[in-house]
Nanobody, 125 residues
Framework: QVQLVESGGGSVQSRASLKLSCAAS????????MGWFRQAPGTAREAVLC???????SYADSVKGRFDISKDNAKNTLYLQMNDLKPEDTATYYCAADPSTPWWKLLVPSQYKHWGQGTQVTVSS
């Protein structure tokens, strides 16, 4: 059974950094497409950063130069390093995974079959 468990969220000041983790089980992350998405109250879920099975990342424009995605295949864990956080980054962050998302659809939430429960990130000015 596929399971994704996010951790690492919290409340921080502007310009701070946070590192989110997504511990995966039931599959091998090195062979699946994975991604980080976020959703603020009253808004649609949006892509943040995704990575295909070859390790090629796809970035949302809003986080380029500030966020980075990485995998630890030995720990079967996906990470999101967030630097220079801004109040507009405040949202619930979700980890997602799918065995067959093509690279040109990595940033599309509906392309992912499996989701974690989310972790809250709050950035104050």
């Amino acid at each position: 059974q596929v399971q994704l468990v996010e951790s690492g969220g919290g409340s921080v000041q502007s310009r701070a950094s946070l590192k989110l983790s997504c511990a995966a089980s039931g599959f091998t992350i090195s062979t699946w497409s994975m991604g980080w998405f976020r959703q603020a109250p009253g808004t649609a879920r949006e892509a943040v950063l995704c990575i295909d099975s070859d390790g090629t990342p796809s970035y949302a424009d809003s986080v380029k130069g500030r966020f980075d995605i990485s995998k630890d295949n030995a720990k079967n864990t996906l990470y999101l390093q967030m630097n220079d956080l801004k109040p507009e980054d405040t949202a619930t962050y979700y980890c997602a995974a799918d065995p067959s998302t093509p690279w040109w659809k990595l940033l599309v939430p509906s392309q992912y079959k499996h989701w974690g429960q989310g972790t809250q990130v709050t950035v104050s000015s």
